[in-house]
């Protein structure tokens, strides 16, 4: 694990490897993983409570991302991000199983990567794939990263904190969301709820000081998934958890779907 811009979640000081542990000036500690990410989150409720998305939405996204049903998202980033060049300092905030950031460090070694996520399943799953990548279980409202160190941040159907966004970014460096368009899912959207609201997507965009839009796309395709994984890509969106039993029935019951892929990657500067 590359230690290198990760700061102490206790103290905010900087911190090193020593054996398999994690530790800073302060001596504080947090045990490396077998799998080999280290685990951040401080936790002042629950124990035994779960964070993030449950093994079962993991797993079905894990599935639907392996047999290619976004990769042209997958390509697009890859393109954007790599054509800022070589030796930056890149973190996927919801990296979740690591599928989006694996396929970004195959296409360019030259990087330093960092993937974080509250799920700590999703992270064991990204860790056990890619050794190359620093893995951090955590929250994007305390990003365990240094003032000023990261050269890209990008975010993949994930909230961000901007505050903590723009505290970790190099002055001149670059934000990414990757975003729903207003048609994305469009045609599970219509089996699952009786009025879909019309959005303004343009809400979506970051007004912040300092923080400049450079390029913006949208990526539009198709996709036909049979029976078995049209309900998984169902149970790993938000949509499953509103869905009444009667429509979930109905939704397994359908033996082929053709749907939209509708996303909009927006790039910014921070130009501080």
Avoid: W
Wanted: proline share 2%; glycine share 6%; hydrophobic share 35%.
């Amino acid at each position: 694990m590359n230690t290198s811009i990760i700061k102490c979640p206790t103290c905010n000081a900087k911190t090193m490897i020593d054996n398999k542990t994690l530790k800073c000036e302060n001596n504080h500690s947090f045990d490396l993983a077998k799998q080999g990410y280290i685990n951040l989150l401080i936790n002042k409720g629950s124990k035994t409570k779960i964070h993030g998305d449950s093994k079962e939405m993991l797993n079905a996204r894990k599935l639907i991302l392996e047999k290619g049903y976004y990769q042209t998202i997958s390509n697009n980033l890859n393109n954007i991000i790599n054509s800022f060049g070589k030796n930056n300092r890149i973190i996927d905030i919801g990296s979740g199983v690591g599928y989006y950031l694996d396929n970004l460090e195959k296409s360019n070694q030259k990087n330093e990567y960092y993937g974080i996520d509250i799920s700590k399943d999703g992270i064991k799953e990204a860790s056990k794939a890619n050794k190359a990548i620093s893995y951090i279980v955590g929250t994007n409202n305390q990003l365990p990263f240094l003032d000023n160190s990261a050269d890209i941040i990008y975010s993949i159907f994930s909230p961000i904190n901007i505050d903590e966004c723009v505290r970790v970014l190099k002055g001149k460096g670059h934000l990414i969301t990757v975003s729903p368009n207003q048609n994305h899912l469009g045609e599970l959207k219509k089996l699952v709820y009786e009025v879909i609201i019309e959005k303004d997507y343009l809400v979506n965009d970051i007004v912040y000081e300092g923080i400049k839009k450079v390029d913006s796309i949208i990526i539009k395709e198709e996709i036909t998934l049979n029976d078995f994984d049209l309900y998984q890509l169902f149970m790993m969106t938000p949509h499953y958890f509103k869905t009444p039993i009667i429509v979930k029935d109905k939704i397994k019951n359908i033996e082929k779907m053709t749907l939209t892929i509708d996303v909009v990657v927006n790039v910014y500067q921070y130009l501080l």
